[in-house]
């Protein structure tokens, strides 16, 4: 994990949060997801909403090449019905306490 994904792991583990499970480095048909929660996260995507996960994204997720992939990857799992969100690394490392109350609204 990077330093990025050990911060919230750190909160989010051993139901901190509300007393939701979430599972590290959960694979999903053919991807990895940082973090996987199979309560829904809010907003519901489609009825019968499978879970959520959290993905923490260094920079290159931000290239067009990995912009892409995640276009992708989401589509993915949102035809799976499973909601993502995401984060970028430097918000994580710079302001985690906004990280988890989003993470909070949306359980």
């Not at 048909?29 to 996960?53: E, Q, T, V």
């Not at 035809?79 to 993470?103: C, H, P, Q, W």
Request: with cysteine; glycine share 10%.
């Amino acid at each position: 994990m990077t330093d990025a994904e050990k911060l919230p792991w750190s909160k989010i583990r051993r139901k901190q949060l509300k007393g939701f499970q979430f599972y590290r480095q959960k694979i999903i048909g053919n991807y990895i997801a940082d973090f996987y929660c199979p309560i829904p996260l809010s907003p519901p995507l489609i009825k019968g909403d499978l879970g959520g996960l959290i993905e923490v994204d260094g920079g290159q997720h931000y290239s067009a090449e990995g912009g892409e992939n995640d276009r992708i990857r989401d589509a993915y799992m949102t035809g799976a019905g499973i909601t993502v969100i995401r984060f970028s690394d430097r918000d994580v490392l710079k302001n985690l306490k906004a990280v988890l109350e989003e993470i909070w609204k949306r359980l």
